[in-house]
């Protein structure tokens, strides 16, 4: 019984450790996901292929993938697309790293 217990509290460790967060501004106003995002400030958590971007009481969920890119990034970016006349978040580029995320859809 302690070996189940040990061996779930090792597994919650994990998958905790495993989910990156990152902060990112919006300069404007977009989509993610099937949730409309004000410019602002977010925590973006990203979790296996799924980017979580929180602010406040606005929570939103998208379909990522998560790419390694040839260079450093100077500065966090966000790469924008716009469709049917509206912004919808392509990618972000993470500053300091060479992490790319981009935004593959809508989620379910």
Do not use: W
């Amino acid at each position: 019984m302690k070996r189940k217990v040990a061996l779930c509290f090792a597994v919650i460790a994990l998958a905790v450790a495993s989910a990156k967060s990152y902060n990112v501004t919006l300069a404007e106003k977009a989509e993610t996901g099937n949730t409309e995002l004000k410019p602002g400030d977010y925590k973006v958590e990203v979790k296996g292929d799924k980017a979580f971007l929180t602010s406040g009481k606005i929570n939103a969920e998208s379909p990522v993938k998560v790419e390694t890119a040839d260079r450093k990034y100077d500065s966090t970016s966000v790469k924008y697309s716009t469709a049917d006349g509206k912004m919808r978040i392509q990618e972000i580029h993470l500053g300091g790293t060479r992490t790319k995320l981009v935004f593959t859809g809508t989620a379910p």
